[in-house]
């Protein structure tokens, strides 16, 4: 819905893993930092490639952790490491309760769709990490997704405006 509103193309980031890694998500298993780093960096390349060729792309993406999105981050070649504002790939962070989150992975997971048990959501929640200074926008995940997607518009305009090449 974001892509289709900003015009531009949409990556699925779990679509980017491994088998090894979906394997070990659908039996209950975290992921490592070092099974995740392969993943990041394919995004990271993906994103590269995209923004080499002048396009924009949103990317849905569990990025729960500052240093997995500087991995992503670098997917704009002229980043320099810390220099968030500057930078051409921006992150949105989708916010709800812990509860209200579990309770839509168990719904999606009910209906046999995801390989994602909602046993690993706390084990998620706990990595998540944000750094005020990177600027994130926060959004409430608990209006209808067209609000979302409004709210997530409003806010990247200005930026990415800013950050145009
Ligand atoms: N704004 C919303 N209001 C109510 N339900 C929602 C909203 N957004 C998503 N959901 C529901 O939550 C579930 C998960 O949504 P979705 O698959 O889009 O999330 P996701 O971020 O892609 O998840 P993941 O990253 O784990 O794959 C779905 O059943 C979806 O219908
Ligand atoms: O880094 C990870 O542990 C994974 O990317 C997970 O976050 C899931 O794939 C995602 O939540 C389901 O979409």
Request: proline fraction near 3%; include cysteine.
């Amino acid at each position: 819905m974001l892509a289709d509103a900003l015009g531009c193309g949409f990556v699925e980031a779990d679509d980017h893993h491994s088998h090894a890694n979906k394997d070990k998500m659908s039996n209950g298993v975290p992921l490592t930092d070092e099974d995740r780093l392969p993943w990041l960096e394919s995004l990271r390349d993906t994103i590269r490639e995209r923004l080499g060729r002048g396009e924009d792309v949103a990317v849905s993406c569990s990025a729960l952790r500052l240093k997995y999105r500087e991995v992503l981050r670098q997917g704009d070649v002229s980043y320099k490491p810390g220099s968030y504002g500057a930078c051409r790939v921006k992150f949105v962070c989708l916010e709800a309760s812990a509860e209200v989150i579990a309770e839509r992975v168990r719904c999606r997971a009910a209906e046999g769709g995801h390989f994602m048990p909602a046993s690993l959501v706390r084990s998620q929640l706990d990595l998540l990490e944000i750094d005020a200074a990177e600027g994130i926008t926060v959004i409430d995940a608990t209006v209808p997704a067209h609000a979302i997607v409004q709210a997530t518009v409003a806010q990247f305009r200005d930026e990415l405006a800013s950050t145009a090449r």
